[in-house]
Antibody, heavy 121, light 112 residues
Framework: EVQLVQSGAEVKKPGESLKISCKGS????????IGWVRQMPGKGLEWMGI????????RYSPSFQGQVTISADKSISTAYLQWSSLKASDTAMYYC??????????????WGQGTLVTVSS | QSALTQPRSVSGSPGQSVTISCTGT?????????VSWYQQHPGKAPKLMIY???KRPSGVPDRFSGSKSGNTASLTISGLQAEDEADYYC????????????FGTGTKVTVL
């Protein structure tokens, strides 16, 4: 079974750093792009960026460029999303999802279960 | 890159049909046949329902169908069932010079 399992909920203070993870199983992790999606409380889905674990080629939405860093460790089939200095506005649920098809024109399936990040003083 | 525009909510009685629109521009929805749709129940992760505008993954009931005309894509749910009550999001490829992918604003489907 193809599965993406994300790390657990986090509670952090403003200014702290954070790295959340997304571990893939049941498929060739290095052969598919992995995307990250933000969902702020009560709001819609926002595409953040994507990485190809095979060569770590990474693309960002302009809205998130410079705000987060996406990385991957193919040796352990895990993708990461990290912040160097969290803000209260980073409070959200974060999902990873595998991209089927090409970077130019794919679809996201399956999705991880989500990681809730709460940033509060 | 602005979010694709969806109606905030649609509703229908069991057995009826509802259609959700997803309006973009010629740079996203209108420019590519790469529209997908996702269903999200409260507290759950999104689930793929339609890809490549109108293709249905295995396991998705055939009462879910997708289409596109110009800059607007649509998801139709025929024979509405109680378990279809959820939020639905469209997503389109938006080109390599923008954000690559863009989601819709989301639509709440209510089964009356």
């Amino acid at each position: 079974e193809v599965q993406l399992v994300q790390s657990g909920a986090e509670v952090k203070k403003p200014g702290e750093s954070l790295k959340i993870s997304c571990k893939g199983s049941g498929y060739s992790f290095t052969s598919y792009w992995i995307g990250w999606v933000r969902q702020m409380p009560g709001k819609g889905l926002e595409w953040m960026g994507i990485i190809y674990p095979g060569d770590s080629d990474t693309r960002y939405s302009p809205s998130f460029q410079g705000q987060v860093t996406i990385s991957a460790d193919k040796s352990i089939s895990t993708a990461y999303l990290q912040w160097s200095s969290l803000k209260a506005s980073d409070t959200a649920m974060y999902y990873c999802a595998r991209l089927w098809g090409q970077l130019v024109g794919g679809w996201f399936d399956p999705w991880g279960q989500g990681t809730l990040v709460t940033v509060s003083s | 890159q602005s979010a694709l525009t969806q109606p905030r909510s649609v509703s229908g009685s069991p057995g009826q049909s509802v259609t959700i629109s997803c309006t973009g521009t010629s740079s996203d929805v209108g420019g590519y046949n790469y529209v997908s749709w996702y269903q999200q129940h409260p507290g759950k992760a999104p689930k793929l329902m339609i890809y490549d505008v109108s293709k249905r993954p295995s396991g998705v009931p055939d009462r879910f169908s997708g289409s596109k005309s110009g800059n607007t894509a649509s998801l139709t749910i025929s024979g509405l069932q109680a378990e279809d009550e959820a939020d639905y999001y469209c997503c389109s490829y938006a080109g390599s010079y923008t954000s690559y992918y863009v989601f819709g604003t989301g639509t709440k489907v209510t089964v009356l």
